[in-house]
């Protein structure tokens, strides 16, 4: 070779170890040497989850991954209203999944440490999903497009629709119906960093040149936090939400008050 002991990557990696999957998708390390590696898709791998572990290991619908090929054959399940049968296909933040055949229809949230879980919606509601705004720019023939944190590009958006805005998608049309601006005073997901899966109110931002925006974001029971722009999902005017929200309103305990619940649960 013309450098030799330099070899050069041989395409796309196949193989996931367990030890080296992401700790929200709560796979033991007993079980196995491998994990599930998620397709390229729509999500990025460490923050998504491949459809086989939604189906064995959260719906428990299947006890192994060759009777979830057999379910995902039978082009039972759809995806942000598609059919999808690949079961390494990653399904990330907002994403909405339906089985038809059990009339099931979640959308995949986080909870308030920082893990997928799926969150049981109407029917209606699995008609559209909401997309955070990554791009916004001119694209040929002067077009204005934006993408979306989920891979979708639409074209000719509203004029007033930036960076960091929340759009309301038709799945059946791709067609933006709603969105709603980066602003204070409006509801907030954190979709990433030490406080993912809180849910809140943006409060303040301040913008730190040569470094990142930090975004002031109060809960629920009035606790006040602080994250990265990037981090901050907004999913409603003021404290309305365009999506239903889990129980715990993203609100989350301290140690003390998670133990005292668990114990009231076994109590009960």
């Known amino acids: 070779p013309e450098f030799?002991?330099?070899?050069?990557?041989?395409?796309?990696?196949?193989?996931?170890?367990?030890l080296n999957a992401p700790n929200h998708w709560m796979l033991d390390k007993m079980s196995g040497v491998w994990a599930p590696r998620p397709s390229c898709g729509p999500h990025k791998l460490r923050e998504s989850i491949p459809l086989?572990?939604?189906?064995?290991?959260r719906l428990k619908y299947a006890l192994t991954y060759r009777e979830v090929r057999l379910i995902l054959n039978q082009r039972a399940v759809k995806v942000d209203g598609k059919?999808?049968?690949?079961?390494?296909f990653p399904v990330g933040f907002?994403?909405?999944?339906?089985?038809?055949?059990?009339?099931?229809?979640f959308r995949l949230l986080l909870d308030t440490k920082g893990r997928f879980f799926l969150h049981r919606i109407e029917k209606t509601e699995a008609e559209y999903k909401l997309c955070k705004v990554t791009q916004v720019f001119l694209g040929p023939k002067g077009v204005p497009q934006l993408v979306t944190h989920d891979g979708r590009t639409i074209r000719y958006p509203h004029p007033a629709i930036k960076v960091n805005d929340t759009v309301k998608v038709n799945l059946a049309t791709g067609k933006i119906t709603e969105y709603v601006k980066f602003e204070t005073g409006n509801l907030c997901y954190i979709t990433a960093g030490n406080n993912a899966g809180r849910?809140?109110?943006v409060t303040h931002s301040e913008k730190h040149d040569g470094s990142f925006t930090t975004v002031q974001v109060t809960d629920a029971s009035g606790v006040s936090f602080a994250t990265r722009m990037e981090n901050?999902?907004?999913i409603g005017n003021e404290t309305k939400s365009m999506a239903s929200l889990p129980k715990a309103k993203g609100v989350r305990c301290t140690n003390i008050q998670d133990r005292k619940k668990r114990l009231e649960k076994l109590a009960a």
């Open 83 to 88: 059919v999808r049968s690949d079961a390494t």
């Open 232 to 234: 901050v999902f907004i």
């Open 4 to 18: 030799p002991g330099v070899t050069m990557a041989r395409g796309p990696k196949h193989h996931l170890k367990r």
């Open 199 to 201: 849910i809140g109110v």
């Open 94 to 105: 907002m994403d909405t999944v339906e089985i038809e055949k059990s009339g099931d229809c």
């Open 52 to 57: 086989v572990l939604l189906i064995r290991n």
